[in-house]
């Protein structure tokens, strides 16, 4: 006997372009998350329209000329480039008997797919949560006709047979536990901070290389795939700088153009990250015919984050993919053009990191007693050790470290001459 195929499912992708945005660019995400999700796109719809039909999203004229295109083409699934209220999905798959989901659904199922880690899972069933309560309104049986297929994935999808007031008591308990894994992640947050060990975060729009990145500079195997949002949960691995020094290098979750507002607030922990670190890679697609507009995207997030003071560089990533040279963008004094994949530039790039890293930190001459030995392990873990020497009195040490660590060694520190201090 065979094994079993899944075939997959044909959709139809409809629009409409109400001047708020890049109608073309935003379609054409919708069809590379249709392919993401498993789904083979046929055939995209578009209605120039000063708002969405209150009824159908798209209009009725509209709408039934789509439906005439699915009986020829055996579509299975409907997908709109917008959120749809639960009386809009009821009236479209009233009157074309197909399944519709919009395009927030559509991401939410490929994230469920995606998360791996507990706290992803958490987090992806809460912005699901959060997304159908209000669906629940005027929806009737459309929300409960589950079958299988995309849009139907991941944790918490039998919630759509139940209750407001059941999911209210969900979206609770998922808060509660993600709160206790907040604290946890804070606890790690503060002890790397103590330790001393700067974090270089990496944050950029979906499928711009931040794995890739990734492990090019720590030497890491995380997943990397040509597609949308290949890797959800995020990824912390360490690195040492060309002037020795170690690193904490973090992959946050990959951004898209109008990333659905829950997603953004369930993962806010997470890209918290960003916020905290102390150089932030913003890598971007150099090949993308969107690059700026993408770059608009991640710079948006970041200032929502409160990012605006940290020390940024903006990598050009995937340049192994160019024909000939493309002019530079203006507007960032640090950037920089790399092949993640090739390693072309990336050298270049880590002693840009350091140097930025430079900046805050100061050269230190110590007289460590042999009593408080554990120090200078200290010195050697967060910093860059330049001269050592072991005297009668103690260990003697010139070193590079973090400002914000200099208050732990004050009391050893000394002069070139060897005097303490004042």
Known sequence: MEPFKQEKEIAILAGIDTGEYDLEH???????????AGAEPVAIFTQVRQSPDPATYVGGGKLEEIKEYAQQSEATLLIFDGELSGTQLRNISDETGLRAIDRTNLILDIFAGRATSSEGKLQVELAQQKYRLPQLVGAGTALSRLGGGIGTRGPGETQLETDRRHIRRRIQSLERQLAEMEKQRGLRRKRRKKMGVPVIALVGYTNAGKST???????????????????LDPTAREMRL?????????DTVGLIERLPHNLVEAFHSTLE?????????????????YCREELQVTSGVLDELGCGGIPKITVFNKIDRLSEEMGSIPGDLRHAYISALTGKGVEALCKQIAGVLSESVAEINLMIPYSA??????????????????????????ATVPRRTIHRYRAYMVDETGKVEV
């Open 213 to 231: 990145l990734l492990n090019r500079l720590t030497g890491a195997d995380s997943y990397v795939q040509d597609q949308l949002f290949a890797t």
């Open 373 to 398: 030995g554990n120090l200078a392990g200290a010195v050697r873990s967060e910093g860059r050790v330049t001269a050592e020497e072991y005297t009668p009195d103690g260990i003697r040490l010139t």
């Open 242 to 250: 060309p002037d020795g020094q170690k690193a904490v290098v973090i």
């Open 26 to 36: 935003s379609m054409e995400e919708l069809r590379q998350l249709t392919k993401t």
């Open 273 to 289: 990250t960003a916020a905290e670190a102390d150089v932030i890679l913003e890598v971007c697609d150099y090949t993308s015919p």
